[in-house]
């Protein structure tokens, strides 16, 4: 592997020892400063990694969305400009969800055969991706490149990642005003989904707990009835030797006697 860009190809589980040696390989040539980008590289997050899937194996698709994007955006301005009117931007509106929708569900099965699970969290955060690259042109760029480390999030103003909140907010404090509220919302959802996931996940947890103890219970139940039974058996086994044993001594007995009879009997039928 030559180029730093197919490591975002790669199964996510893949990514870290094939970056160390991409990056062993480049210092192996003498191109120190190469391998020192490569392997200051970050792993991608899970939504990113399926972004970078989608857009390099859906590519119609990938394209649908950004002149779908590139419609709506087309329809607003005209809007704004007096020169649109409202049932445009709704079809163009929906038609740019639906290239989000398609793509989306696209991930669903790429997660899956990736070996991760696709939670709705998940694909909320690459659905929030594909709609940032459908209506700007940067976080397009990002995206297209199919390199993407963390996902983005579209804001209404521009679109941003955790490592870049976006040179909007940096130039206009009115716009980092609106950036941090939105980034505090978006806090809150999270919070929000964590602590529904916790709750999700004692609840299944005790629910396990509980069932396991009546298995245990009904485990032990059966052990126990087992012992009685095993018990029971080796008496009655004990018991059937005794009394086999008493059947074939009386038989022995019984055999011996009629041998002390049948040769006087036979001679008193002769003496007739």
């Given at each position: 592997m030559n180029n730093p860009g197919d490591l975002y190809s790669l199964p996510l589980d893949r990514f870290i020892p094939e970056r160390g040696s991409l990056a062993k390989a480049l210092r192996g040539e003498g191109r120190k400063d190469d391998a020192a980008r490569v392997a200051a590289l970050r792993k991608p997050s899970v939504a990113a990694w399926t972004v970078n899937q989608l857009i390099r194996s859906q590519a119609r698709q990938a394209g649908a969305l950004f002149d779908a994007g590139d419609e709506l955006q087309r329809v607003q301005s005209a809007l704004l400009a007096g020169r649109g009117d409202s049932h445009a931007l709704r079809e163009a509106t929906q038609s740019?969800?639906?290239?989000?929708?398609?793509?989306?569900?696209?991930?669903?099965g790429l997660l899956s055969s990736g070996g991760h699970e696709p939670s709705q969290a998940t694909l909320?955060?690459?659905?929030?991706?594909?709609?940032?690259?459908?209506?700007?042109?940067?976080?397009?760029?990002?995206?297209?490149?199919?390199?993407?480390?963390?996902?983005?999030?579209?804001?209404?103003?521009?679109?941003?990642?955790?490592?870049?909140?976006g040179r909007a907010e940096r130039s206009d404090p009115g716009r980092a005003e609106q950036a941090e509220r939105a980034r505090a919302e978006q806090a809150a959802r999270d919070r929000a989904e964590k602590l529904r996931s916790a709750r999700e996940a004692e609840d299944a947890a005790r629910r396990l707990?509980?069932?396991?103890?009546?298995?245990?219970?009904?485990?032990?139940?059966?052990?126990?009835?087992?012992?009685?039974?095993?018990?029971?058996?080796?008496?009655?086994?004990?018991?059937?030797?005794?009394?086999?044993?008493?059947?074939?001594?009386?038989?022995?007995?019984?055999r011996m006697a009629l041998g002390r009879l049948e040769p006087s009997s036979v001679a008193g039928v002769t003496a007739v």
């Amino acid at each position: 592997m030559n180029n730093p860009g197919d490591l975002y190809s790669l199964p996510l589980d893949r990514f870290i020892p094939e970056r160390g040696s991409l990056a062993k390989a480049l210092r192996g040539e003498g191109r120190k400063d190469d391998a020192a980008r490569v392997a200051a590289l970050r792993k991608p997050s899970v939504a990113a990694w399926t972004v970078n899937q989608l857009i390099r194996s859906q590519a119609r698709q990938a394209g649908a969305l950004f002149d779908a994007g590139d419609e709506l955006q087309r329809v607003q301005s005209a809007l704004l400009a007096g020169r649109g009117d409202s049932h445009a931007l709704r079809e163009a509106t929906q038609s740019e969800r639906q290239a989000v929708d398609e793509l989306v569900e696209a991930a669903r099965g790429l997660l899956s055969s990736g070996g991760h699970e696709p939670s709705q969290a998940t694909l909320d955060r690459v659905s929030e991706t594909l709609h940032a690259a459908a209506l700007d042109e940067d976080a397009r760029s990002r995206v297209s490149a199919g390199c993407l480390e963390r996902e983005l999030r579209w804001a209404g103003f521009g679109a941003r990642s955790d490592a870049d909140p976006g040179r909007a907010e940096r130039s206009d404090p009115g716009r980092a005003e609106q950036a941090e509220r939105a980034r505090a919302e978006q806090a809150a959802r999270d919070r929000a989904e964590k602590l529904r996931s916790a709750r999700e996940a004692e609840d299944a947890a005790r629910r396990l707990v509980e069932r396991t103890a009546r298995e245990l219970q009904t485990a032990q139940e059966l052990r126990d009835r087992a012992a009685v039974s095993l018990s029971e058996a080796e008496e009655a086994l004990v018991a059937a030797h005794e009394r086999a044993e008493e059947a074939s001594l009386a038989h022995e007995r019984a055999r011996m006697a009629l041998g002390r009879l049948e040769p006087s009997s036979v001679a008193g039928v002769t003496a007739v």
